[in-house]
């Protein structure tokens, strides 16, 4: 009995002076090795981080899990900790004081997750930290004082992220850089600092340039772990390495134009155009006084590597349009602009003989459209610009698409709105304007239709002549109209093909057939009409019917005039 009595006592003073491992989490390994004590969880359904790891252990690997956060304190009694992996994870937040309580923590590794930015200053706690390795995630940002409290870091991946622009300050006041600088002159030793950036969408313009010429004059102690960074945008620059690119310095934009005073007969095409410097290159913007009502095509395009060129391009240009014409050239660094004076001259009297309504309307311009509308109503502005705007009289007429027979109300000088109430659902519509009584034409028109709700509309979609709704104007009231101009070119049909949007189950465009571009340009070409439901009407038929029944309207003026003064 007394041999076995002894290893009896033997045993609880070895319990008591070395406590029982807690119970290791059944989809973990728990391990004694070289570094001390290591937990190891692979592949595992862990979605946050363990809670009762042994308070000695000196590695923890989670990897290959469903890790998403580091809380706060995630290591509460984990002092002792100096390899930490948590790579390819989920992890998209790390809270600032994730790591406190980390102070002996040597390495850190963070790849394979989906990290889009980092709060550095959680590295206060860690003042120790040896390796932090970043690569494989999203980051896109890197602040000038990212590195500031990595005092002690000798290895740096950044590798594989979303890097497009970073300041040489990042690394300029970096501890460990500046240590490297002391180092060459003689006044302090220090062992080498891997730094890794490759693999990162490099946006090569002036805002890099301080970077670039940082790397290419790094020498050792730093070293890059791979020297062959390239630039992915801008176009003029992919491809190219940094040691062979050079940028030029940034600068706000400066506008200039060959002419900045115009002048130019009514009904002429005229194109306005400005140059623009800067680095990086600016985007454009035109501002003129109608914008919202006549938008005119404005195209770019480089002329040199920090130039750019813009040209507006006015069409059978109108009295209406006369004014100034401002391009504005802006970039990260600013803005410039500068203004083009258009003088739109009209054409020489007509003829004696001419009647003095042609000669009205040789120098006048309306221009129509929706500008409101009600629960069952819209509002109808107008823009006119006349010989005599005091003395003008305008027409408006309106009412159902195909009827002939429209009511018709006189406008006196000086108004320029109409309300429109009690429309119909599941109704065409027209309203024109004109100068007194004269018949309207097709661009002073417009047409649209009304609908129960957005559900019906699409039920209705062939309703509507593809002509009618080439550049349909969507307006967001429970009647449902979709509105647009009678006048429709090809341009028109292949701007609303590139901009208007496209549902899941079909067009949201009402009256677009869902075919080939190429097919409704022939379609279009060759006259092909869509079916109606309301009828097979024929746009050119219908406006020759109705000039020829201009008469009639006229006999029937008196009855279903308004006047409005």
Known sequence: MGPICHFFFLVLVFLKANPAYPACNP??????????????????SLTKILGNIPEDTKKLRIENSHLTELPYGSFPNNSALE????NF??????????LEHLRDLKELRLQGNMLCTVPWTAFQATPGLNILDLKHNRLDVLPKQALQYLINLTYLDLSFNELTVVSEDVFVQWPMYQRSQQHITGTEGISNVVLALHNNPWMCDCHLKGLVQF????????ILMNSYLMCRSPLSKAGQFFYEVELTSCMKPKTSTPNSNITVQVGLNITLSCLAQASPLPNIIWTYPLKKLREFDASTSPTGEDSIQSELVI???HLTDSGNYTCVATNSMGS???SIFLHVQPRQAVPSS?????????HSYIYMSITKQTVYGIVLEWYAVTDNPSETWFTLYFGIYEAIKKEIISIGPGINTYWVNDLLPATKYEACISLQSQPPRKDQCIVFITGNDISELEKREKIIHIIVVVCALVLAVPVGMYVCTSEAHFGCLSHCLDRCPQRRNGSRCPGTVIESRDTMFNNLATGIEENLSLGEIREDQRWKNEKEGSSNI???ENQNSVYLF
Not at 29 to 42: A, K, P, V, Y
């Open 83 to 86: 390899f930490l992996w948590l």
């Open 354 to 362: 001419s009647s003095y309504l042609a000669s009205l309307e040789e």
């Open 315 to 317: 069409p059978s240009a």
């Open 554 to 556: 006229s006999q029937t």
């Open 215 to 222: 790397l290419k004059f790094i020498r050792p102690p730093v």
């Open 336 to 338: 410039s602009s500068i």
């Open 89 to 98: 994870n989920n992890i998209t937040v790390i809270h600032p004081g994730a």
């Open 27 to 44: 989809e973990c390994i728990c391990s004694d090795d070289s570094f001390g004590r290591s937990l190891l969880c692979m592949d595992t």
